[in-house]
């Protein structure tokens, strides 16, 4: 934490991450767990989902990172997906695009 001046009053305060959000205690009773305690324990109960794709699909590119790979522009790599010579997974609310290692390098191999 960061000790800084308030520019009305000159009272020094405590800060953390400029852009993180202030910091309230939450009030619990006895016995109870807190929010940001449960929030960790959620988030250790689902940490295996993560690992778990990593483990089953392989490493995953970026359209971009597959462009500097094979030496394309993007628009290619993405118009290669399209026509479903190199395939890819939509991934986020926003509709990402991302491309297995395995299929990048079997597609190099298949287009020599």
């Known amino acids: ?11 020094a305060t405590l800060t953390g991450h400029p ?7 939450p009030h619990s009773t006895t016995g109870h767990p807190s929010g940001a305690d449960t929030l ?7 940490d295996h989902m993560g690992s778990m794709a990593v483990n089953e699909l392989g ?6 990172e597959v462009a500097e790979m094979l030496h394309l522009h993007v628009n290619t790599v993405k118009r290669l997906g399209d026509r479903g010579e190199l395939p890819f ?3 986020c ?10 299929d990048v390098m079997k597609f190099l191999a298949q287009n020599r």
């Open 59 to 64: 490493p995953m590119l970026t359209a971009t």
């Open 40 to 46: 960790h324990a959620h988030r250790k109960a689902n």
């Open 93 to 102: 609310k926003r509709g990402d695009r991302r491309f297995r290692l395995d």
């Open 89 to 91: 997974y939509r991934v």
């Open 19 to 25: 852009y993180a959000p202030p910091i309230s205690e």
């Open 1 to 11: 934490m960061v000790r800084a001046a308030s520019p009305k009053y000159g009272l």
